[in-house]
C-alpha cells in the first residue's frame, strides 16, 4: 500500500483532457513538501514531467500541468495523444519515514 | 548531456548479493546526490535511499536498512548499489537517479536505463 494513493488507471479519447489525482495526508504533501510527477513509457525509466508542483522541466509540452491543494495534487493533461500512454507516478517526502522519499502506486493511462 | 549508464542484467541464487554500477557523465558527479528506485514487474516505484558522492553519506529507506549499501567512486564518476541476502521478492529492475536542484525536497531530473536483477534458483 503506497502511501500516496493515485488511480489505477484513467482513459481518455485524443484530444480530450484527463486529470490524474495523488492523494497524501498531513506527514506528506498536506506538510507543505513539494510534488513531482513522473511519466514511464513502456519498457523504459521514468521521466521526470512536472516537479515542484507545478513546473515543467525544459521539452515538456505545455499540455502537461500540475497543482497542489491541501493534501493532494493532481496532473492535468489536455489535447490528449496517442503517445501520452504510459504510467504516471506522483512523488513527495514523507516526514513519518525517517528522510523518505514516497512515491504513489503510479496510474495507467489509456488513450482511447 | 547528462547521462546515467547502468551495468547489465544479474542473475542470483537467493542469498547471494548484486552489485549494480551506475556511471554518470555530462556534469559534476560530485554535485548533485544519487538515489536509487526499484519497481518489480508489473508494480510501481520503491524509493530505496540517496547517497552524496562527494562526501559518502547515505540514507537508506527502512525496509532496506542492514541490507543495501550505496558507496561511489569519484575517480571514474560512478555509484554502486548493492543489496545482500537476495530473496526472490528482490527481482525488479533497479534505477539509479540524480537528485535535481529544485523542488524541497527535489525530485529526480535524470534517471539510467535500469539493471534487471533476477533472483532464482
Known amino acids: 500500500q503506497s502511501v500516496l494513493t493515485q488511480p489505477p488507471s484513467v482513459s481518455g479519447a485524443p484530444g480530450q483532457r484527463v486529470t490524474i489525482s495523488c492523494t497524501g495526508s498531513?506527514?506528506?504533501?498536506?506538510?507543505?513538501?513539494?510534488v513531482h510527477w513522473y511519466q514511464q513509457l513502456p519498457g523504459t525509466a521514468p521521466k521526470l514531467l512536472i516537479y515542484?508542483?507545478?513546473n515543467r522541466p525544459s521539452g515538456v509540452p505545455d499540455r502537461f500541468s500540475g497543482s497542489k491543494s491541501g493534501t493532494s495534487a493532481s496532473l492535468a493533461i489536455t489535447g490528449l495523444q496517442a503517445e501520452d500512454e504510459a504510467d504516471y507516478y506522483c512523488?513527495?517526502?514523507?516526514?513519518?519515514?525517517?528522510?523518505?522519499?514516497?512515491f504513489g502506486g503510479g496510474t495507467k493511462l489509456i488513450v482511447l | 548531456q547528462v547521462q546515467l549508464v547502468q551495468s547489465g542484467a544479474e542473475v542470483k541464487e537467493p542469498g547471494a548479493s548484486v552489485k549494480v554500477s551506475c556511471k554518470a557523465s555530462g556534469y559534476t558527479f560530485t554535485r548533485s546526490d544519487i538515489n536509487w528506485v526499484r519497481q518489480a514487474t508489473g508494480q510501481g516505484l520503491e524509493w530505496m535511499g540517496w547517497?552524496?558522492?562527494?562526501?559518502?553519506?547515505?540514507d537508506y529507506a527502512q525496509r532496506f536498512q542492514g541490507r543495501v549499501t550505496f558507496t561511489r567512486n569519484t575517480s571514474v564518476s560512478t555509484a554502486y548499489m548493492e543489496l545482500s541476502s537476495l530473496r526472490s521478492e528482490d527481482t525488479a529492475v533497479y534505477y539509479c537517479?540524480?537528485?535535481?536542484?529544485?523542488?524541497?525536497?527535489?525530485?529526480?531530473?535524470?534517471w539510467g536505463q535500469g539493471a534487471l536483477v533476477t533472483v532464482s534458483t
Open positions: 498531513s506527514s506528506n504533501i498536506g506538510a507543505g513538501y513539494d
Open positions: 515542484g508542483n507545478n
Open positions: 537517479a540524480r537528485q535535481s536542484a529544485s523542488g524541497w525536497p527535489p525530485g529526480f531530473d535524470y
Open positions: 547517497m552524496n558522492p562527494k562526501s559518502g553519506n547515505t
Open positions: 512523488q513527495s517526502y514523507d516526514d513519518r519515514l525517517s528522510g523518505s522519499k514516497v
